[in-house]
């Protein structure tokens, strides 16, 4: 625990990326998103675009079908998110074989009937308990 705490207080509390983009938020205006004022002198001013947005401010900021090739784009080349979608892509394929040829697996070592194999297998699966309510087994 105190090794990865140590790691935890080595990360830092804001990413550059992420102060960056703050920082480009403040230059560029709100967008119609409420934010506090910076200074003691802007609590008394109201932004027109926080209160009325434009339909132009709106129609920006909701994405496009254009902008799927590029979204993608950025979501394959980001290994974390790669990997785990792959990781969870082959922990089910390779689990499905097991999953299938359970039943017959115990048949076979155990010496269970084909019934209570399946039943004792069907427990094991992952998606079962959504369908043990439907199904009432």
Not at 10 to 36: D, Q, W
Not at 63 to 85: A, D, H, Q, W
Not at 105 to 129: D, G, L
Request: hydrophobic share 40%; aromatic share 10%.
């Amino acid at each position: 625990m105190a090794v990865t705490s140590l790691f935890i207080a080595m990360f830092p509390r804001e990413l550059p990326e992420a102060v960056e983009r703050r920082r480009e938020n403040r230059t560029k205006g709100s967008h119609g998103i409420m934010s506090l004022p910076d200074t003691p002198a802007d609590i008394g001013k109201v932004d027109s675009q926080i209160l009325f947005p434009s339909q132009n401010n709106l129609d920006s900021t909701l994405p496009k079908l254009s902008e799927i090739g590029t979204t993608l784009k950025s979501l394959i080349r980001n290994k974390v998110n790669l990997y785990n979608n792959l990781s969870s892509v082959f922990y089910m394929f390779s689990s499905i074989g097991f999953w299938t040829y359970m039943p017959k697996y115990m048949e076979t070592i155990f010496m269970q009937t084909a019934v209570t194999a399946s039943a004792i297998s069907a427990r094991m699966q992952p998606w079962k308990p959504c369908t043990w309510v439907s199904h009432g087994t």
